[in-house]
């Protein structure tokens, strides 16, 4: 089993930056990918950044080159940094953690609202 908390959103301006921390606990060693997602009112969850184990990244047509997802190993932690944030990026953001045997597991989300 593999626990996930987010934590870091909140409200923030057009043009802002928020970070997104995903701890993440339990069997750690079976993670082979760890992502992002997100899901606004009305619409289905989407992916938006992830990270494998060797580093590899990919993100959103959406997101580029204003949002960096990273990772913190000794801390078993990963971040999601946004910036220029747009109202269109309001969402609940979820961490999610897929294993090598193709299990998935999610965090409670946290909001992210972009509004001024």
């Known amino acids: 089993q593999v626990q996930l908390v987010e934590s870091g959103g909140g409200l923030v301006q057009p043009g802002g930056s928020l970070r997104l921390s995903c701890v993440v606990s339990g069997s750690t060693f079976s993670i082979n990918r760890m992502g992002w997602y997100r899901q606004a009112p009305g619409k289905q969850r989407e992916s938006v950044a992830s990270?494998?184990?060797?580093?590899?990244?990919n993100y959103a047509d959406s997101v580029k080159a204003r949002f960096t997802i990273s990772r913190d190993n000794a801390k078993n932690t990963v971040y999601l940094q946004m910036n220029s944030l747009k109202p269109e990026d309001t969402a609940v953001y979820y961490c999610n953690a897929r294993t090598y045997y193709f299990n998935e597991f999610w965090g409670q989300g946290t909001q992210v609202t972009v509004s001024s």
């Open positions: 990270i494998t184990t060797s580093g590899s990244t």
